[in-house]
Nanobody, 124 residues
Framework: QVQLVESGGGLVQAGGSLRLSCAAS????????MGWFRQAPGNEREFVAT????????YYADSVKGRFTISRDNAKNTVALLMSSLKPEDTATYYC?????????????????WGQGTQVIVSS
């Protein structure tokens, strides 16, 4: 199992940017894909973005495509999510997740490890 700790959440105005970071420990980070999910109050957790083991392949939810960028640094065991042009509907708790495979995957079932989440609030 891998331990994941998110940071970087906070309050931001609509149109602004935030950078979330996730630090991983406990297994060989570079062997596995990583992902970000989010859960808004009253909603189910949903996929946001994923990146494969090498960082060369990424996928995004349609709702964030073109605004969010996922990246990873295998030397530092970190994955980041740069969020730009934020909208009030991006308000949620954001979770970092470690996949069971090195391939980019979008289903929660394909992720074995989860962080505790970091809250993002976008004000209008």
């Amino acid at each position: 199992q891998v331990q994941l700790v998110e940071s970087g959440g906070g309050l931001v105005q609509a149109g602004g940017s935030l950078r979330l970071s996730c630090a991983a420990s406990g297994r060989t980070f570079s062997n596995y894909a990583m992902g970000w999910f989010r859960q808004a109050p009253g909603n189910e957790r949903e996929f946001v973005a994923t990146i494969n083991w090498s960082g060369l392949t990424t996928y995004y939810a349609d709702s964030v495509k073109g605004r969010f960028t996922i990246s990873r640094d295998n030397a530092k065991n970190t994955v980041a999510l740069l969020m730009s042009s934020l909208k009030p509907e991006d308000t949620a708790t954001y979770y970092c997740a470690g996949a069971r495979t090195g391939r980019s995957v979008t289903s929660e079932a394909d992720y074995a490890s989860w962080g505790q989440g970091t809250q993002v609030i976008v004000s209008s």
